[in-house]
């Protein structure tokens, strides 16, 4: 039995794929089980952060009932169910259902290798897109003096919203539209980035979990093959979530 580094407490501990797990006051299913080492898929969730639950992919059952992990309240007692086939199924759809919405070729995007989405896919199994792609057309946004936008891989996590908004205070991202029209926005009356004052030091800057937004004149600086998640997968890597 795995309890990390906090005690077992009957009063304060729920079951995850049927393993004690002990939590603290205010913690959604998906940090205490961090905490404690164990993997929940998740792509718009970040310990840095409040939950946002829009990504879906850390989608458990608790007590029998859909959840979302990041967004559940851990309670004494629950039944978390997790690492399932029909569970893992559903997050491999939805997985494709990202893949081929946006513009994703791994093979010559700098995130490769270091990317949520893609070390995702890997640990859920998915060998291809299954569905047809749509082939957006989303032209990159190369006017900011360092930084390149490239709205064709964004998953719409909030994350960079958040970061902009709550850390950086200054608003540089939103996220406009519905549905299938859903898109990333610049906050600038151009809609350029150039026209804002996002800066590479800015959260905002470097929190992407995929190769949206990137430091220009950086390239492949660590090479393919030694990249984090060639090391070693994203599920052996909970503890260092958070970390660049
Ligand atoms: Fe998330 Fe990156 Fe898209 Fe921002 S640009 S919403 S951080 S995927
Ligand atoms: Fe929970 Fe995205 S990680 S909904």
């Known amino acids: 039995m795995s309890a990390g580094r906090y005690e077992l407490d009957g009063s304060r501990s729920f079951t995850l794929d049927g393993e004690d797990l002990p939590f603290q006051p205010g913690d959604s299913v998906l940090q205490a089980a961090t905490r404690a080492g ?9 310990p840095d952060f409040k939950a946002h639950g829009s990504c879906r992919i850390c989608t458990v059952k608790v007590n029998g009932r859909s959840a979302a992990a990041c ?5 004494a007692g629950l039944d978390v169910e997790s690492n399932t086939e029909e569970l893992n199924a559903h997050r491999k759809t939805l997985l494709q259902m990202l893949f081929v919405e946006g513009n994703h070729f791994c093979p010559s995007c700098e995130k490769s290798g270091h990317c ?18 749509f082939y957006p057309d989303r032209p990159v946004d190369a006017s900011h003096p360092d930084i390149l936008l ?8 909030e994350l960079c919203v958040r970061a902009s908004r709550d850390v950086d205070g200054k608003n540089v991202f939103a996220i406009g539209g519905h549905g299938m029209g859903t898109r990333l926005l610049v906050n600038s009356a151009s809609g350029r980035l150039a026209d804002t004052d996002l800066a590479l030091a800015d959260r905002a800057a470097q929190v ?8 220009k004149r950086r390239g492949f600086v660590v090479p393919i093959g030694q990249r984090r998640y060639d090391a070693k997968p ?8 958070g970390t660049p």
Do not use: K
């Open 71 to 75: 967004t559940v309240q851990a309670a």
């Open 150 to 157: 490239d709205f064709n891989r964004c998953i719409l996590c």
């Open 116 to 133: 949520l989405l893609q070390a995702t896919a890997y640990e859920m199994g998915m060998e291809g897109p299954h569905f047809e792609e």
């Open 208 to 215: 992407c979990p995929v190769g949206v937004i990137l430091p």
């Open 234 to 241: 994203v599920s052996e890597q909970v503890q260092d979530e």
């Open 38 to 46: 164990r993997y929940i898929p998740h792509l718009c969730w970040h």
